[in-house]
């Protein structure tokens, strides 16, 4: 096993080394870790702000005026994201009040924010709705009841998305995958259940049909995966519009591109996925003689992950003579659950020994009390590796932060933000009292 040691050449032009020392987006992570402590979760403002441009640019240049990127907040929400998304023109996508109130509090434009998910309760419909969220994405007839109960009682018509399982497999592991049949997402196309709740929404006096969203997995690579999506929503839109005279104006595709966590994983270019993406679309307009939708896009990942890192401190060095090494870490799956949940790959550098050949491996496990609280099995370590020297882990800006938990009751670390050579607090540590402010 050999790790490359220029790790500027392997993953993300924000990582380089300097002196021995990894860096990331240009800044020594050493100091890093020395002036905010350990764990601690660094976020490339500069980056996220060129991954957003990546799509917003495409979305202008090749899809029809309207069209709009919104980002999937569940990737990582908190108020500073929500400016910087903000800031860059993208709208959002939320599936919480806690989501909600985050875009509301940092002043995010709420008319571009597009509510998701599978039971949004009655209290979280008025919520929603007294924030001013711009559209419900509907997944089924009795939220779409609920909705119209609600916007009846309030005598306003609210924007909703139709949420439509286009009956496609993204690939990926079965965690994320939604766009197959049997998901517990939206209405299917296959079924023949789609059709009538189509024509039940259109009936609803107080909701106004935008259209159609679908969204078929996450962490995708499977090359053609939006043109099938397009393909099939564009034949169901043909369908509909036979059968009920109605046209959509949006159609809202999700999210999912893949991003590389290891070297080995392909690289998505999004400007070129995106141009394909409207090939495919003007195409199938033009053969099903149907005017081209404004589209929707929902990239989580793919705005934020290479945009993170995590830092962490050595505690403990352990060999078990002829079996195994482990590298313990001030961390572990409350701070990054992806390994212990779904066996995801990361990258990892022992951040100041960079010029030491990496050839030993470790299992790098956190400090939580049981076996399964494994960032990340086997990594080549330089084998001088111990106590008090700092761990990086690749690629953890999407799904770490917003996936982290209170378990053993270990405090959240902060999220520093970087931004052309400085570097602020976004997001404080947690502290003990935080931790037991609601215990009675
Ligand atoms: N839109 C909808 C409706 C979604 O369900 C998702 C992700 C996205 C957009 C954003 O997808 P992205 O571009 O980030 O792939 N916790 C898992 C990922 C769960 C994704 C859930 N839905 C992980 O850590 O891999």
């Known amino acids: 096993m050999t790790l490359p040691l220029h790790p500027e050449t392997a993953l993300c032009s924000n990582l380089d080394r300097k002196d021995g ?46 069209s709009m990127v919104l980002y999937a907040s569940k990737a990582a929400a908190f108020r500073q994201m929500c400016r910087i998304v903000g800031e860059e023109g993208l709208g959002l996508d939320v599936v919480s009040p806690g989501e909600i109130y985050t ?6 434009p709420m008319e571009k924010v597009y509510y998701h998910g599978n039971n949004k309760t009655d209290e979280d419909i008025a919520f929603a709705m007294d924030a001013g969220v711009g559209c419900f994405v509907v997944d089924g007839v009795e939220e779409l009841l609920a909705l119209e109960a609600e916007a009846a009682r309030r005598d306003l018509r609210q924007k909703v ?3 439509i399982t286009p009956g496609i497999d993204p690939h990926t592991y079965a965690a994320v995958s939604t766009g197959q049949v049997d998901s517990k997402f939206g209405v299917s ?32 690579f499977w090359e053609d995966v939006f043109e099938r ?16 005279g109605y046209l959509p104006e949006e159609l809202d595709l999700g999210g999912g591109y893949g991003v590389r966590y290891v070297e080995s994983d392909p690289e998505i ?8 993406l409207a090939e495919t679309l003007y195409a199938i307009s033009k ?5 081209v939708p404004k589209i929707l896009m929902e990239p989580g990942r793919s705005i934020v992950a290479d945009a993170g890192m995590t830092l962490y401190t050595v505690g403990s060095v352990k060999e078990i003579t002829g079996y195994k090494r482990y590298v313990s870490v001030d961390g572990g799956m409350t701070d990054n659950p992806r390994y212990a949940l779904y066996g995801s790959q990361y990258t990892c550098f022992n951040a100041g020994r960079m010029e030491e050949p990496a050839d030993v491996a470790f299992d790098l496990v956190g400090r939580c009390c049981e076996s399964g609280d494994v960032i990340q099995p086997e990594v080549p370590f330089p084998a001088a590796t111990k106590r008090g020297d ?24 902060p999220v520093v933000m970087l931004r052309g050579g400085d570097a602020y607090v976004a997001v404080e540590r947690e502290t003990l009292q935080d931790m037991a402010r609601l215990d009675r």
Not at 271 to 276: Q, S
Request: with cysteine.
């Open 390 to 413: 700092v761990i990086a882990v690749c690629t953890t800006g999407a799904y770490n932060f917003s996936m982290a938990s209170a378990y053993n009751r270990l405090l959240r670390p």
């Open 161 to 163: 998305l139709l949420r």
């Open 189 to 220: 196309i296959e079924t023949g259940q789609a059709e009538p709740f189509v024509g039940l929404a259109l009936a609803q006096p107080h909701l106004d049909v935008a259209g159609f969203h679908c969204h078929v997995g996450s962490q995708v």
């Open 103 to 108: 875009a509301q509090t940092a002043g995010f």
């Open 229 to 244: 999506s397009v393909i099939v929503m564009m034949a169901f839109i043909r369908t509909i519009h036979d059968r009920w």
């Open 287 to 291: 053969r099903l003689d149907l005017p």
């Open 21 to 66: 020392h990894l860096r990331f987006a240009g800044q020594d992570t050493l100091k890093l870790a020395q002036t905010y402590g350990t764990p601690l979760y660094l976020m490339d403002e500069d980056r996220i702000r060129h991954n957003c441009r990546l799509y917003r640019d495409a979305f202008a240049e090749c899809l029809p005026q309207g």
């Open 269 to 276: 270019h999004i400007p070129r996925k995106i141009a394909n």
